[in-house]
């Protein structure tokens, strides 16, 4: 059998589960589980992962790294299905796994897995929000040179992606750490500039307050530029947003979105939000709500908060398990409303549709649209949906 490489959690972490998985390609008997620990409920799925790998490959050996091998250390080792834990700042180095050195390129070794290609150009992070704790299992944020982006954006484009995803774990600190500070703009623009055949790029989870000038010009005006923005809001109310140590206000995010939209109509919007973090009222939650109807945030990503050890804000007064899932459940159902209405909205308009290998692809704004049988895998095709069925636009 094949080396297995399972990933769970973000999207920076897919992106380095393709580059372990191309540094683990010879290993026959290697099971790797990428963790993730960002919530009480991500540890347990990682937990499960590595009893479901096991079970399913009893002979193999299997490793963990990711988020929740560096904070969960101790339980995820005592685990008897474990055989070993990989550091998380060293899993993109090939002698943490034994193997050869690779070329001075990472993704040299990494071949796009996927008709989206996902690049790392950020990692760790230099914020203390009360809720989180990331930074313990990624560290202090550092960034890739411009140049160190291009080759690796350059490579996957030589391997025939048509979208690239810039991720990490706060992309917008991105350049902070690097000579001169240059901004996420800037190295956006480097890539628009090096690869004119690159028909796409998209932003993963940005801090709407660290969106630079030029970038925002990007998002308004170059058409190559995703409409598609996905904000690290977390919640709609002040108070509940100075508790969790944010930089941003709701207003900040109203006001960028107002912005965006008056000059690209199409933009998309999606949003992480939290459901009954430390001390949340019914009018704090009423303001969560709120937040998704005026942003329209199609596409939400609702979190239960869950306490993790060592936050600020596991010591702050907590809320009961039940109304939280309550909550979490009426943030999805808003959202969920908000998604049906915009679908619904782009059925009988023309959309460019990205295929990817499942029969479905995605357009600019990231509607799953359903594509033509035996449409090749990375076919970029005009397609005017029908009907809305389940999501799924066709």
């Known amino acids: 059998m094949t080396a297995e490489v399972i990933s769970l959690g973000c999207r920076l972490n897919i992106a380095e589960s393709e580059i372990i998985r191309a540094l683990v390609a010879g290993e026959s008997d290697v099971v790797v589980v990428n963790s993730c620990a960002v919530t009480t409920e991500a540890v347990r799925q990682t937990r499960q992962a590595i009893r479901r790998a096991r079970k399913a490959r009893p002979d193999a050996r299997l490793l963990v790294t990711g988020c929740a091998a560096e904070i969960e250390r101790e339980q995820i080792v ?4 474990v055989d070993g834990l990989v550091a998380n700042d060293r899993k993109l180095d090939a002698r943490a796994w034994n193997v050869p050195l690779p070329s001075p390129t990472r993704a040299s070794t990494a071949p796009s897995a996927h008709t989206r290609a996902f690049v790392a150009v950020q990692n760790g992070c230099d914020h203390a929000c009360t809720f989180c704790v990331i930074p313990q299992g990624r560290g ?3 960034s890739l040179t411009i140049a160190q982006v291009l080759r690796e954006v ?3 484009v030589r391997q025939g992606a048509a979208e690239v995803v810039l991720t990490g774990v706060d992309v917008t600190s991105w350049g902070d750490d690097l000579p001169g500070r240059p901004r996420l703009g800037a190295l956006a623009s480097a890539i628009f500039e090096a690869f004119p055949e690159l028909p796409r790029l998209r932003m993963s989870s940005l801090d709407g307050i660290e969106i630079d000038e030029q970038l925002f010009d ?7 530029m995703m409409p598609h923005l996905h904000l690290s809001l977390q919640h709609g109310h002040d108070l509940i947003l100075k508790r969790m140590k944010r930089r941003h206000l709701r207003h900040h995010a109203v006001e960028l979105v107002q912005r965006l939209r008056q000059l690209r109509p199409d933009l998309t919007v999606g949003a992480d939000l939290i459901a009954g973090f430390p001390t949340e009222t019914d009018e704090h939650h009423a303001a969560n709500l709120s937040v998704i109807a005026e942003l329209g945030i199609v596409h939400g990503h609702i979190f239960p908060y869950s306490p993790r050890p060592g936050t600020p804000a596991a010591r702050m007064p907590q809320l009961g398990r039940p109304l939280i899932k309550q909550r979490a459940a009426q943030l999805r159902a808003a959202a969920a409303e908000q998604r049906d209405q915009w679908l619904q909205s782009l059925v009988g308009s023309t959309l460019s549709v990205l295929a990817e290998a499942d029969g479905t692809g995605y357009s600019e704004n990231f509607a799953r649209v359903a594509v033509p049988v035996g449409t090749q895998r990375g076919t970029i095709l005009s397609i005017i949906p029908a009907r809305l069925n389940e999501g799924l636009l066709s």
């Open 140 to 142: 202090a944020s550092r």
């Open 154 to 156: 350059e490579l996957h």
């Open 78 to 81: 005592a685990m008897p299905e």
């Open 218 to 224: 990007l998002f308004a005006t170059q058409t190559r």
